[in-house]
C-alpha cells in the first residue's frame, strides 16, 4: 500500500509541475509557476520517500 501511494504522490507531483510550467508559459504567471513548481517539488519528493526502501539492489 505505501509503494503505491508514493508512487501516486510522486504521478501527482509530475503533474502539478508540468500544469504550473503551461499556465505559467501561457499566462506569464512567473510567481504562480515558481508556487507549482516547489508544491510539485515537495509532493514528489514525499513519494520519493515513500517508494525508496522498496528499492531493489
Do not use: S
Request: charged share 15%.
Amino acid at each position: 500500500m505505501r509503494f503505491a501511494l508514493g508512487r501516486g504522490l510522486q504521478l501527482v507531483g509530475l503533474v502539478l509541475v508540468g500544469l504550473g510550467l503551461a499556465i505559467g508559459l501561457l499566462r506569464n504567471d512567473l510567481p504562480y509557476e515558481e508556487r507549482m513548481f516547489f508544491a510539485g517539488g515537495g509532493v514528489f519528493f514525499a513519494g520519493w520517500l515513500l517508494v525508496r526502501p522498496f528499492k531493489t539492489p
